[in-house]
């Protein structure tokens, strides 16, 4: 993981930091948020080259911003999951989620990107069927990868987003945040089957620490 502080070893051993082992903590852009969310679940499409796509966004888009061509209809198969880059732009009607993570609308040159923080951003990764989807599969790689143990799955779904183990208070909060949705889960299990697919009270508990680590910084 990276440090903010330089400390004497590591200006030691790479004094150039050429291993990008220390430096400032800056929110990746908004093409590199969705397209690390589909690494991280094992959905990221990476062909090169080819056509753009048409990934998910809510219905309506296009219909109300008055744009030609007839309403956005979202791609299927592997197209949902090529990497942003690729993603079908209309200026009068760009996808909302980038839109929201500050990208450009192409309209005219961006010289640079300004970097906010609002309301809305959280609502993206908590809402937006894309990012729900990546938060399922992330879990089910979590299970298939660390079966049989809820703790090491959980534990195992922030290493792949954070690069590194959970601190002390972080693992009470992903534990403190599994528990409940566990036991209602438990309570409700078509509720469960609703977030993971199955009859499954503690894979639907994963789905939501995976969803909220989606959503944390």
């Given at each position: 993981s990276v440090s903010l502080v330089a400390n004497v070893d590591a200006l030691t051993r790479d004094p150039d930091n050429l291993l990008l082992s220390r430096g400032p903590r800056?929110?990746?852009l908004a093409e590199q948020i969705r397209d690390s969310a589909l690494a991280a679940s094992g959905l990221l499409n990476r062909t090169i080259g080819g056509p753009s796509v048409k990934p998910w966004q809510p219905p309506g888009v296009w219909s109300e911003a008055g744009a030609s061509g007839g309403d956005y209809v979202p791609d299927t198969g592997e197209g949902l999951y090529r990497r942003s880059l690729y993603t079908y732009r209309k200026r009068t009607a760009p996808p909302p989620s980038l839109i929201t993570l500050d990208a450009g609308s192409r309209e005219i040159c961006q010289a640079r990107r300004l970097t906010t923080n609002t309301p809305l951003q959280p609502l993206i990764?908590?809402?937006?069927?894309?990012?729900f989807e990546c938060a399922r599969k992330l879990a089910d790689r979590c299970v298939a990868e660390v079966p049989g143990d809820a703790a090491k799955q959980r534990e195992r779904a922030f290493v792949i987003l954070a690069g590194r183990a959970p601190r002390p208070a972080e693992r009470a909060a992903i534990d403190e945040l599994h528990a409940p949705q566990q036991a209602e889960y438990e309570q409700d299990l078509p509720a469960a089957r609703s977030v993971c697919g199955k009859e499954d009270p503690s894979l639907a508990a994963?789905?939501?620490?995976c969803s909220t680590l989606l959503t944390s910084d």
């Open positions: 800056t929110r990746l990764f908590l809402n937006d069927m894309s990012f994963l789905v939501v620490v």
